[in-house]
């Protein structure tokens, strides 16, 4: 499996905005980039994927770089509540592989 | 709403003690996997199943096995749990290929 490098850990102001990088420098042609993060005492949530172009939810916007060997999680504005690991996944037609994560701590 | 559920969410028992973890969706989901948790050591998967009857081993399915006779229904059988089991588990369910996991909240084991 393709792998991802992230961050340990980030710190955001509340109310600012946060850019999570993710390396993928391995990865293949049809591996799509997930997001997932996990509050705590939750399980993992889903965030936000895509393959190509850049993607906007209501929870967050997911720049991917042009050559697709990196890519960065964008919270428009951190609340208190979006304090929690996010981890970045390839997917291609395989299980999907947690690595370490960020730990992102938003401060009030 | 779109859920996948375990049972139960807290369960302690004894080293030996045969034990089974429930995981039940509702979306009629074709995949469907299993995960420990454990500090310092990130998700691992145990066993995953792409279909009804069809399962395969994760990272780690060693002292674990897993049934799938429904669509629905991918129960976590522990046959004589140890202690090194005493972990957060969790349970996902997506569509086949590269659509989105649901988790389940989590079942925290402790094997005294």
């Known amino acids: 499996d393709a792998k991802t490098t992230q961050p340990n850990s980030m710190e955001s102001n509340e109310e600012e905005p946060v850019h999570l990088p993710c390396n993928h420098s391995t990865i293949s042609g049809t591996d799509y980039i997930h997001w997932y993060r996990q509050l705590p005492s939750q399980g993992p949530e889903y965030v936000i994927h895509?393959?190509?172009s850049n993607v906007n939810n209501r929870m967050a916007s997911l720049a991917i770089a042009e050559d697709r060997k990196s890519s960065t999680l964008i919270l428009h504005r951190a609340t208190l509540r979006d304090a929690a690991v996010y981890y970045c996944?390839?997917?291609?037609?395989?299980?999907?592989?947690f690595g370490k994560g960020t730990r992102l701590s938003v401060i009030a | 709403e779109a859920q996948v559920t375990q049972n139960p969410r807290y369960l302690i028992t004894v080293t030996g003690k045969k034990l089974t973890v429930t995981c039940s969706q509702n979306m009629n989901h074709e995949y469907m996997s299993w995960y420990r948790q454990d500090p310092g050591l990130g998700l691992r998967q145990i066993y995953y199943s792409m279909n009804v009857e069809v399962t395969d081993k994760g990272d780690v399915p060693e002292g674990y096995k897993v049934s799938r006779k429904e669509k629905r229904n991918f129960p976590l059988i522990l046959e004589s749990p140890s202690p090194n089991q005493t972990s957060l588990y969790f349970c996902?369910?997506?569509?086949?290929?590269?659509?989105?996991?649901?988790f389940g909240a989590g079942t925290r084991l402790s094997v005294l």
């Open positions: 996944i390839l997917r291609g037609n395989t299980p999907l592989v």
């Open positions: 996902a369910s997506s569509r086949v290929g590269q659509d989105i996991q649901y």
């Open positions: 895509g393959l190509t």
